[in-house]
């Protein structure tokens, strides 16, 4: 079940107020109940010695954790869920293999959002919707006509991402999207609490 808004991926490159696991305990200390640990240029031992350190803040602040693509670090640390990338594992094959996980799946179109809905994802985050440069290699942002296309076609609760920040937060779930995705409007934050608080106003909830 999918009972968050806020939906914090990790990118330790853009932290400002310390390491990436004292952001993110700052973060799930001040509301936030779903992160994922995104760090695509880390060894898989490194990746899972991370992974282990998530788990055990998250853990105190029962915040939900999601691993990017790596469902047997995912398995090994006693992940909440798996986040699938469109060029990683197969959605339908995360499934089988963690029944008892949520399963995340991104997507930039209409087409592939649906197909990961169909093959078993529980949510599916669909951007850059606002101009972003951690989204640049995926091209122009989509915007929030797109957003609201894919909102209404796909038959799971659909993220935006990218470029996300309090102020247009609240135009995403206008559009029907049911949260948002955070990257820098938290993780670079000088006050993480107060980046998150301001995220609960304008989102209703976390």
Known sequence: MIDFKLYLVTNRALCTAGP??????QACGAG??????????LSGGDLHSLAV????VTRRTEARLFINDRA????????????????????????RL???ALVGA??????????????????VLFGPVFPTPSKAKYG????????????????????????????NAP????????GVGVISAILSAKDVPAAVESFRKSLGSL
């Open 140 to 167: 122009a942002p989509q915007g929030l006509d797109a957003l609201s296309v894919v909102a209404r076609g796909v038959g799971v609760p659909v993220f935006a991402i990218g470029g996300i920040t309090p102020e």
């Open 106 to 123: 991104s997507s930039h179109s209409l087409a592939r959002a649906v197909e990961a809905g169909t093959a078993g994802a529980d949510f």
């Open 20 to 25: 990436l696991e004292t952001v993110v305990d």
């Open 72 to 95: 047997d670090i995912a398995l090994g640390v006693g992940a909440d869920g798996i986040h699938c990338t469109e060029s990683g594992l197969p959605v339908g094959l995360v499934r």
């Open 32 to 41: 936030v109940r779903a992160v994922q640990l995104r760090e695509k240029d």
């Open 171 to 178: 135009l995403c779930l206008e559009k029907g999207a049911a």
């Open 53 to 56: 350190t998530m788990r055990e």
């Open 98 to 100: 963690c029944p008892n």
